[in-house]
């Protein structure tokens, strides 16, 4: 039976997350919800990161199987049929034995911070009005890409077989008072991106320097990390595949 995946992004405000659960709305349960209406027919959606209650994605994937034949037109019909802050981008017919969550090379977060209260930024970014010292920040964006284990930001009770990631890329950015933190690597734990930016925040208040940062990494703890930050700034920005994996646009 045919695979395909399907692009979307979109605002989590209104939502519990990105995979479907019980007596909660979320991002799978509204895209099933339109496929099952436009094709009149069950589909079994599986996606590719667990972004949690809030966060949002500028791109993001579920994969699917179905004997149906999808055209383009369909993006259109099953946008029609979603809320407004929910979009289809893209529907692409993959290989059969493809994984969007598995086969995945890498992922990229961005989370946005506002230091002057900004109505076109509400619930896309961290108002946080308070001093941000840009070389702290720069200097422990560069530390966290000497570590491999991520235990220390990674939130309790989550059940992982390891703490260990690849991390290809940790950044901070200002532009036009934007304050943008972003990271890539080959997966992240639940609460990693929060709490790194949240202990990168602490140390950079309090004039902390690159060493503590380490220590903190070293204790593997999640109680000595902070994961205050909301999921409001917080974006799944691209999830990244091998292009042979893809079999064509739709026509």
């Not at 896309?124 to 001093?131: F, G, L, N």
């Not at 920040?137 to 966290?144: D, F, Q, R, Y």
């Not at 070293?218 to 999921?231: G, H, L, R």
Request: charged share 20%; with cysteine.
């Amino acid at each position: 039976m045919p695979r395909y995946f399907i692009e979307v992004a979109y605002l989590g405000t209104r939502y519990s997350g990105f995979q479907e659960q019980l007596n909660a709305n979320s991002i799978q349960a509204e895209v099933t919800k339109s496929l099952h209406i436009y094709f009149k027919n069950e589909f079994q959606l599986t996606g590719s990161s667990r972004t949690d209650a809030g966060v949002h994605a500028y791109q993001n994937f579920f994969h699917f199987d179905t004997e149906f034949t999808i055209t383009k037109n369909a993006i259109y019909s099953l946008n029609a049929l979603l809320p407004s802050d929910i979009v289809v981008k893209n529907i692409f017919q993959v290989s059969d034995d493809a994984h969007c969550r598995f086969d995945a090379i890498s992922r990229t977060y961005q989370y946005h911070i506002i230091r002057q209260k900004n109505p076109f930024y509400f619930g896309r970014a961290y108002y946080y009005p308070y001093s941000i010292n840009m070389d702290i920040l720069n200097e422990a964006a560069e530390v966290i890409m000497e570590f491999a284990n991520f235990e220390t930001f990674s939130k309790k009770h989550t059940q992982v077989n390891t703490f260990k990631c690849s991390i290809e890329n940790s950044c901070w950015d200002l532009s036009d008072g934007l304050y943008t933190y972003q990271v890539t690597a080959n997966r992240f734990l639940r609460g990693m991106v929060k709490g790194l930016v949240g202990t990168m925040l602490r140390l950079a208040k309090a004039n902390s320097n690159a060493q503590e940062l380490r220590n903190i990494f070293e204790k593997k703890d999640p109680a000595a990390a902070d994961f205050s930050p909301p999921s409001e700034g917080l974006f799944l920005k691209t999830v990244r595949y091998k292009n042979e994996m893809f079999l064509g646009h739709l026509s």
